[in-house]
């Protein structure tokens, strides 16, 4: 099975450290994170878990439930022979918004997952893109979609027109 961006993310059900739990049930209106790990963690994946165990907070504040997924299995993305890993993060309305898969050898980087996830949040909220190393507070651009006179009363800070399709603006706020 081939999961894809804008998919709704399969509904399963799990038996987890919490207990027993079905995935869109548990996702309730929110974010979510799911990490995938093979079965036989290799040293790569406990530097992982670390990781996520001391950014716990940082999704926590950003209202996203993180889960982590143990497969015996081939990924569906890799050849036969290779073990992989993957993050996909689910929007509250159940689509798949990020897919990111790395080899055995690579560690995720969480912070580029951080930055994602606020960039996703922004864009879902508010009608706004982020360029290309954008960081949470720089500025944004206005989606294309919006005419002047929306993008006026959305962005009353105005904004900077370097094509007629790019208009810079301050980031809004983001109220989650």
Same mark, same amino acid.
């Given at each position: 099975?081939t999961?894809?961006?804008?998919d709704?993310?399969?509904d399963?059900? /799990?038996?987890t450290t919490e207990?027993p739990?079905?995935f869109h @049930?548990?996702l309730? @209106?929110?974010?979510?994170i =799911?990490f995938?790990?093979p079965?036989d963690?290799?040293p790569?994946?406990t530097?992982?878990?670390g990781e ?6 940082e999704f926590a ?7 982590g997924d =143990?497969?015996?299995?081939?990924h569906?993305? /890799?050849d036969?022979t290779m ?14 918004k990020?897919t =990111?898969?790395?080899?055995?050898s690579t560690?995720?980087?969480f912070d580029?997952?951080?930055r ?5 949040q922004?864009?879902?909220?508010c009608?706004?893109a982020?360029?290309?190393?954008w960081?949470?507070? @720089?500025?944004v651009?206005?989606?294309?979609a919006?005419?002047d006179d ?6 009353p /800070?105005?904004?900077?027109? =370097? ?5 810079i603006?301050p980031?809004?706020?983001l109220?989650r």
């Amino acid at each position: 099975m081939t999961i894809r961006l804008g998919d709704t993310a399969p509904d399963f059900e /799990a038996v987890t450290t919490e207990g027993p739990i079905r995935f869109h @049930e548990w996702l309730s @209106e929110g974010w979510g994170i =799911l990490f995938s790990h093979p079965k036989d963690f290799t040293p790569v994946c406990t530097t992982e878990l670390g990781e996520a165990a001391k950014l716990a907070a940082e999704f926590a504040r950003r209202d996203v439930k993180v889960m982590g997924d =143990l497969y015996d299995m081939v990924h569906p993305n /890799a050849d036969d022979t290779m073990t992989v890993r993957s993050v996909f993060v689910i929007g509250p309305d159940k689509k798949v918004k990020l897919t =990111l898969t790395y080899p055995a050898s690579t560690g995720r980087n969480f912070d580029e997952i951080l930055r994602v996830i606020d960039s996703l949040q922004l864009t879902h909220y508010c009608q706004v893109a982020t360029p290309v190393n954008w960081r949470l507070g @720089e500025d944004v651009v206005i989606a294309p979609a919006l005419t002047d006179d929306e993008a006026r009363s959305k962005f009353p /800070a105005g904004w900077t027109e =370097l094509k007629p399709y790019l208009r810079i603006t301050p980031q809004p706020a983001l109220a989650r």
